[in-house]
Structure formats: C-alpha cells, structure tokens
C-alpha cells in the first residue's frame, strides 16, 4: 500500500471571527433604584486591597460606611471582574489580527508541557520556534536529532538564546506523559528556559505534524517510524525553514534564526528582562 495513504492532508488554517461582543451586557437602572451615598476613594481602595487579603490597609470599615459595605464591595468586584476580562479579550484579539494567514498559531489546540502545565499552542508566538517531533523511548533517529538540536542551540549567538526556544513535540502522548517528559528533559540537561516538551491529544499531534509536512506511523510496540525534519517558526508562526534530513547541515537553520531574530529586533527592539536564563 502506497504510505501516503496513511496520513490526511493539511487543514486550511482560518481565522476565527471575534466574538468577544458577547461577553458584554448593558445594564440597565429602573427609576426605583435606591441612590447609594458616595463614598471616599480611600474607601473603594480598602475593599480592593481586603478582597485580595493583601492585608496592607486595615480591613474594619468605618461605621459611616458599614452599612454601604455589601453594595459597594459587589460593585468592586464585578467592575474589576469587567476591567479584567475587557484587557484579556482586547489582547486575545490583538494578537489573532496581528497573526498571518499562515500561521501555525491559528490552529486551536491544548497541550500539557513537561511540568502538566496546560497551554494553547498559540501561547509559543512571541519566540523563534525551533520544533521538531521526538518520542522518549526512541533510540534510533531521536537521538540524533536532539544531538543536533543541542549543537544549533550552541552555536547561536548569546544575545540570540534568549528570543529563541526549541519545542519538542511527543510522538507518543499516550505512553509519554508530562512525568517522562520531564525525565527525558533532566536526563539529557535540557535548560527549561529554552526548551519545552509537549504532550497533547492524538488528534491535535496529528493536525500539527500535518501543518509541518511532519509524517509518522507506528511500526510496532516500540518503534515510530517518523520525518526527522526540524522546523523553524517565526514569532508569528510562519514556516522559515525546515531541515529535512538527518545528515543536512545546522548552518542554513542557524542562519535562518538569526536573520528572524535581528528583523524584528529592527522593528522592535527587545525589552530588557529580568531572567535566570543564560
């Protein structure tokens, strides 16, 4: 049987219409409605700050303002609730309009990482993406794909490292949990501050590796069959470059990061952050 039959095409990637609108309601105030007494800023400040338990201003109203307490603290709460959630739908929005048409990052798909922390695999834009498709217990082609992995991570510049990160993504999510993740990860000194493991859905593997032109089938109880490929991401998701092969040269990927990564150091200089990472 012809082994292209044995995987599905890629599926259009389409943006999804902001819905955002329907977070959103007018409220309404009938003529009835009892007028509360203003109150002092110093007041609102107080229930913000008890609600929380930051336990920085005394948390006992004052009597003049007892008997507003249960109104006005509802009130506080429901408009921070508001305020919140206006902030992440507006930058949720943002960054969907920013993205382009063929980008990766519009596909919606929930992973767990190495440390059983949930993330959408959209969360990755922002960075250089350096993926590629692995299993924990391989030990035929995964091993020398990590190897040359770690030597493009070497070789990258040190002001680069930090605007770059290398994702690894399980082949086997069912057997690979987040706890062999993690091992995988110790076992072979793999810095969390640039690199992360992925466990998701079978379906949601599947429907990545097809966007990547990534191909693979079980063999056996213990052999994948797969493309050796690593793939370069832009910040925004778009393929940039894939090295195919196992024995191709790390020259074109290295090249490839730091041509993405001065680009948009162009447009956007990097803010200066506080890390660990070296």
């Known amino acids: 049987m012809d082994e ?23 409220k309404q105030i009938s003529s009835t409605t009892e007028i509360v007494a203003p109150i002092s800023i110093t007041y609102y400040v ?21 008997k507003n307490l249960h109104t006005n603290s509802l009130q506080i709460k429901i408009l921070f609730a508001s305020f919140m959630a206006l902030v992440v739908l507006t930058h949720s929005s943002w960054s969907l309009a920013e993205l382009p048409n ?22 990755l834009q922002g960075k250089v993406q350096i993926i590629s498709f692995v299993y924990t217990y391989c030990e035929h082609s995964c091993p020398v794909i990590l190897a040359n992995l770690r030597q493009i ?19 086997d999510p069912e057997r690979d949990s987040p706890d062999l993740l993690r091992h995988y990860m110790q076992k072979n000194q793999l810095n969390e501050c640039r690199w992360l493991m992925l466990n ?50 790390l ?26 990472c070296s």
């Open 4 to 26: 292209q039959n044995h995987y599905t095409s890629s599926p259009n990637i389409t943006k999804t219409e902001d819905t955002s609108n329907k977070y959103f309601a007018k």
């Open 46 to 66: 107080k229930i913000i700050f008890c609600f929380f338990n930051w336990n920085l201003l005394p948390c006992t109203p004052r009597t003049s303002d007892r």
């Open 102 to 123: 063929d980008s990766v990052y519009h596909v919606e798909s929930s992973w767990l990482d190495q440390n059983g922390s949930k993330l959408n695999i959209s969360e």
């Open 153 to 171: 991570e070497k070789q990258i510049p040190t002001s680069e490292k930090l605007e770059v990160q290398f994702s690894l993504i399980s082949l």
């Open 200 to 249: 998701g859905d079978p379906d949601d593997v599947l429907e990545l590796s097809n966007l990547l032109g990534v191909r693979y089938k079980p063999m056996n109880n213990k052999d994948i069959a797969h493309s050796n490929m690593i793939t370069v991401l832009d910040k925004q998701g778009k393929i940039r470059y894939q090295m195919k092969g196992l024995n191709e040269g």
């Open 251 to 276: 020259e074109k990927v290295i090249s490839e990061i730091s041509k993405i990564v001065l680009s948009d150091n162009e447009k956007a200089p990097p803010q200066s952050l506080s890390t660990n």
